[in-house]
């Protein structure tokens, strides 16, 4: 069997911490390292604090500087930053094309910019260009400046890409990806290291002191304007009048304060439970009640797909790729995004009537097996690496 050589990209789209793009790439190149005798290395920015994970990281990792890594990134913080460090990180990849990367047979990137940039290289490996959501409107949301430049960049590297690989069809078609061009490959979860049989729940209640309260959990990146937290935290008061002992738990890296600021004028700060990034998601996740999704944005979101395999009874936005894992009122609660009282209509609804919020779990899980197992998205990258080298 011939040795492939890969090379993973990683750290792009979030540029200074592991996101949910990275996490995947790990977790499935992770299997894939297991069961091939391939040679795969992950490039990465230098982080800007230590990293924790729930996930194990055998991959060989080429680590390149960053400017938030940088005493000037760690004194300014400023709204351009991000996309500054971003063609700070491009350009020290493009420089190692000449001669690092040629020796590789596929290099794989979620970044637009360093697509565009690495199919200009003579004798280069064949590009392949994932896309979990919409790259200049989920980093450039707030810069408008740069907006209408990346969306130039986005199609420009979609058209100039070996393949392209998309996690639902309704991207592709937005696109307008041609289907001999893309592939169409789905996000998944470890549905071994998410099952519920894995843990005792009422001692890791007990733990971590969960005891005699409804627990409503979510998991994402504190960022206003993407996540939708702010409008969850509008929604708990209405929640809690009705359930006095529901407490609700954030994890996720980022901002805390507003979010703070916000649950203390609202006088819901004891119900409110910020935990900033965790590595025991899987343990937090066996001691809820509920799992709650408020994105204004997303791809087909792990967190979620974890949060089914857990058999959680799940609300979440009709935003992204969501509808179609989530079939409403089957596997979850659909609701429109930016609506506090949708999102605690739909909280009560599920906490109101249990044996149907067991039900939905259930499903949830057997859907999450059925179409979202990470390693048959492991296999569907295998083929696609087979047939490019061909």
Not at 53 to 67: D, E, G, K, Q, R
Not at 74 to 89: G, H
Not at 251 to 267: A, I, Y
Not at 327 to 336: F, S
């Amino acid at each position: 069997m011939t040795q492939r050589k890969v090379c993973l990209i990683l750290g792009t789209m979030y540029p200074y911490e592991r996101g949910g793009v990275d996490v995947l790439y790990t977790s499935v190149f992770n299997i894939i390292l297991k069961e091939k005798q391939w040679e795969i290395v992950a490039l990465v920015r230098t982080p800007r604090k230590p990293q924790r994970s729930a996930f194990s990281n055998p991959l060989p990792t080429v680590m390149l500087p960053s400017l938030r890594s940088s005493l000037f990134g760690k004194l300014f913080e400023f709204v351009y930053l991000s996309f500054l460090d971003q063609l700070y990180f491009d350009k020290r990849v493009s420089a190692l094309a000449d001669n690092y990367l040629q020796r590789f047979d596929v290099v794989i990137t979620p970044d637009p910019l360093l697509t565009t940039k690495l199919c200009k290289q003579r004798n280069r490996p064949r590009v392949i260009q994932f896309v979990s959501g919409a790259w200049a409107e989920t980093v450039l949301r707030s810069q408008p400046l740069l907006y209408s430049f990346a969306k130039r960049i986005e199609t420009d590297a979609y058209r100039k890409a070996d393949r392209v690989v998309f996690m639902d069809e309704a991207y592709a078609r937005h696109f307008n990806v041609s289907k001999e061009h893309r592939a169409l490959i789905s996000n998944g979860v470890d549905l071994e290291l998410f099952s519920p049989s894995r843990f005792d729940r009422s001692k890791l209640r007990d733990r971590f002191g969960m005891d005699g309260k409804i627990v409503v959990m979510t998991v994402g990146t504190l960022r206003k304007g993407i996540k939708g937290h702010e409008f969850l935290i509008q929604a708990i008061p209405s929640v809690i009048k009705r359930f006095p002992s529901a407490h609700f738990y954030l994890v996720g890296k980022g901002s805390q304060e507003s979010l703070r600021r916000d649950s203390e004028s609202l006088g819901i700060a004891d119900n409110l439970h910020i935990l900033g990034e965790r590595s025991d998601i899987p343990e937090l996740l066996s001691s809820s009640d509920v799992f709650v999704l408020p994105s204004l944005t997303e791809g087909t979101p792990g967190a979620l797909l974890e949060a089914m395999a857990m058999e959680l009874p799940c609300v979440a936005t009709r935003v992204g790729n969501i509808p179609e894992v989530v079939q409403h009122q089957k596997e979850g609660l659909l609701i429109e995004p930016a609506d506090p009282r949708e999102i605690s209509e739909a909280i009560t609804h599920v906490l109101s009537r249990p044996d149907e919020a067991r039900m939905l779990g259930v499903r949830a899980r057997n859907r999450v097996e059925a179409h979202y197992d990470l390693a048959a998205t492991a296999r569907a990258y295998v083929a696609l690496i087979e047939e490019l080298c061909q």
